[in-house]
């Protein structure tokens, strides 16, 4: 099966600054990489997505890279904010009906 | 993006009773419908994968006699929590998927304690 592996488990970043997350993949089968944005005691809120057919996606602060050869993509918050703070978690999947495989989650911290 | 409604958000129950937990996609029909379970500060486990009209997909591990899943209509799934003990407490989250698309959209979850 697929394993999903993310990095890092907790990141702090000031206001302002930029944010990074990366997560690989083991199955080269996989081709859609969405990510979400879990608030404490909250639903997971899908923030970004990707597919296999792109490399790169941008909505406003928020962007994800994908690179097929090495199995690896990445979520870029920038100009972060304290509303960032929350818990990111990657996931794959090889298409419509497959189940996402998720990552172990990074819980952002935004200083003031 | 679309609306999916989980009831209860919170539930406290007795070691021994079960429990009932509801996922309803609002706007849109979701022939797939996914549970997890998820402990603090980890993150989602697959428990099953729910289809319309058919069995559930039960996960390595999770036991499908305890834990019943049916998806009897396009908007709703149940989980229900059979004969439950304490180390069944934890936050169970659903999400519902629709055709064609791939994104899945999650309940607001229930968060089980047993006493």
């Known amino acids: 099966g697929e394993n999903v592996e993310q990095h890092p488990s907790t990141l702090s970043v000031q206001e302002g600054d930029s944010a990074v997350i990366k997560c690989t993949y083991s199955?080269?089968?996989?081709?859609?990489f969405p990510w979400y944005k879990q608030e404490l005691g909250k639903r997971p809120q899908l923030i970004i997505d990707?597919?296999?057919?792109?490399g790169e996606k941008k909505d406003q602060r928020i962007a994800v890279t994908l690179n097929k050869t090495a199995k690896h993509f990445s979520l870029h918050i920038t100009e972060t904010q304290p509303e960032d703070s929350a818990v990111y978690f990657c996931?794959?999947?090889?298409?419509?009906?497959?189940?996402?495989?998720f990552g172990t989650g990074t819980s952002l911290t935004v200083i003031p | 993006g679309a609306v999916v409604s989980q009831h209860p958000s919170r539930v406290i129950c007795k070691s021994g009773t079960s429990v009932k937990i509801e996922c309803r996609s609002l706007?849109?029909?979701?022939?797939?419908m996914f549970w997890y379970r998820q402990f603090p500060k980890q993150s989602l486990m697959l428990m099953a994968t729910?289809?319309?009209?058919?069995?559930?997909?039960?996960e390595q591990g999770v036991e499908k006699d305890k834990f019943l899943i049916n998806h009897a209509s396009l908007t709703l799934s149940t989980l229900t929590v059979t004969s439950a003990h304490p180390e069944d407490s934890s936050f169970y989250i659903c999400?519902?998927?629709?055709?064609?698309?791939?994104?899945?959209?999650f309940g607001q979850g229930t968060r089980l304690t047993v006493v």
């Open positions: 999400s519902a998927r629709g055709q064609p698309t791939i994104r899945d959209f």
């Open positions: 199955d080269s089968a996989s081709n859609y």
């Open positions: 990707i597919r296999s057919n792109v």
């Open positions: 996931a794959a999947s090889k298409g419509p009906g497959n189940q996402f495989y």
């Open positions: 706007d849109f029909q979701a022939t797939t």
């Open positions: 729910s289809n319309e009209g058919s069995k559930a997909t039960y």
